[in-house]
């Protein structure tokens, strides 16, 4: 006898980009060229003394359990670093390490939510959030990122949700935020911390593209006052030094839920590889400068991609404030096409040519906001961006082949 799913397991939505990357694969095997921009990964190495740090522990013997919030000597190298890069000033008590940041996604919502409290959620939105916050019986509630507003979340509409929403327990920040690419500024953050001040509101501070800021520095939510007991903020390695592999990250937060967390990973997880935190470490003690350089070289693909995109047809474009993805707006092009976003990026991978592809993620993807633009990573050598958005002017001039693909494929009709 089959026994039947639950509930939440029968509706789990999953973080698309990783379906797409089957896709591609899938695709790949068999003999088509496609140029990946659909996931957020680096296409560089990891940091040297990352690699070297990995190695050593290897050879030393760190191959076995350690303490579930993680190496002390990890955490205080975390909370020294803290300060320098984020003017915060914290001890090793407030750290906890993860297997990267998005586990910190579940650990938020376990240590917080309950059945019935509402969270307000931006959209586009990761697309992790809301599973998370279902899997605890709590209520999303969404508020859209304007393109005109590049993207940075509208303080009205916290204000609104902390009036109307009578069981208003959470809101999820993301800055630099994926898939848009918009920073929150300081006052941004200002008005945030001052509304919920003082409040039983907590907030999650995603914040895994903390190096990719493009101008000035990255601000964290808890470097305002009174933050550190009501904020948890997620980091990560994977984009810094690119260490996606690995998969390691880390929390920021007041003690008492820091030590809640800590539980949760030892009841899920027992612990973080020490191999994987001493390469972490090594990370932070010692590559600053070649992750500088490696940030810099991110910056100027996404400033390549967007020249490019301005001259399609069709798409609008700005340079996003932070991240490694540009979001161009191409609603002209779906309306002409009469296809929804995902639709044209499916099809940019799938029916627009048979020996070549792009694999890129529609908007949607990320909620009903993103409806009308395409995510495009630039996770591909320089060469490869050029090459792809040529590719994408092209494709979408064969209506032809778009209605053939729409036959076969009616859910992504328009």
């Not at 069981?167 to 945030?192: C, M, Q, R, W, Y």
């Not at 000035?216 to 997620?234: D, F, I, N, Y």
């Not at 301005?310 to 700005?318: A, C, I, P, Y």
Request: hydrophobic share 40%.
């Amino acid at each position: 006898m089959t026994v039947a799913l639950s509930r939440f397991a029968s509706g789990l939505n999953t973080e698309t980009a990783f379906d797409v990357l089957a896709v591609a694969r899938r695709l790949k095997a068999g003999g088509k060229d496609v140029i990946e921009l659909q996931i957020g990964d680096s296409p560089f190495l990891s940091t040297k003394s990352a690699l070297a740090g990995g190695i050593k522990a290897i050879q030393d013997g760190a191959t076995h359990y350690c303490p579930s919030h993680g190496l002390l000597e990890f955490r205080e190298t975390i909370a020294t670093n803290y300060l320098k890069e984020f003017g915060v000033k914290i001890g090793p008590e407030n750290v906890v390490v993860g297997p990267g940041a998005k586990v910190f996604e579940q650990f938020f919502c376990e240590a917080f939510l309950d059945a019935d409290d509402a969270v307000l959620l931006f959209s586009p939105a990761f697309p992790t959030y809301e599973p998370n916050v279902r899997r605890r019986g709590a209520k999303p509630v969404y508020a859209p990122l304007k393109h005109e507003n590049h993207f940075r979340p509208d303080l009205n509409d916290i204000q609104r949700f902390l009036k109307n929403e009578p069981k208003a327990k959470a809101i999820f920040v993301n800055s630099p935020h994926n898939p848009t690419g918009g920073v929150a500024t300081d006052e941004d953050l200002k008005g945030i911390a001052d509304l919920v001040r003082g409040r039983p509101i907590a907030v999650f501070s995603d914040e895994p593209y903390c190096h990719m800021v493009w101008e000035g520095k990255h601000r964290t939510l808890l470097a305002e006052p009174g933050m550190l007991s009501q904020c948890v903020a997620a980091y990560t390695f994977s984009k810094s030094y690119s260490m996606s592999g690995w998969r390691l990250g880390y929390a920021i937060g007041d003690k008492t839920v820091i030590d809640a967390i800590g539980k949760m990973t030892n009841t899920t997880l027992s612990c973080v590889p020490p191999i994987v935190q001493k390469a972490g470490q090594a990370a932070i003690l010692f590559d600053d400068v070649e992750r500088d350089e490696v940030m810099k070289r991110f910056q100027n693909k996404v400033e390549l991609l967007v020249r490019e995109l301005k001259n399609v047809d069709g798409v609008k474009v700005f340079l996003p404030a932070g991240t490694f993805y540009v979001f161009p707006d191409v609603s002209a092009i779906c309306a002409r096409l009469r296809i929804r976003s995902h639709g044209l990026a499916m099809y940019l991978l799938e029916g627009a040519d048979d020996r070549k592809g792009v694999a890129c993620l529609g908007g949607e993807c990320f909620g009903a906001a993103g409806q009308g633009f395409v995510r495009f990573s630039c996770a591909e050598p320089d060469e490869r961006l050029v090459e792809a958005v040529k590719f994408f002017a092209d494709a979408v001039t064969r209506s032809e082949r778009v209605a053939r693909y729409l036959e076969i494929h009616p859910q992504y009709r328009a």
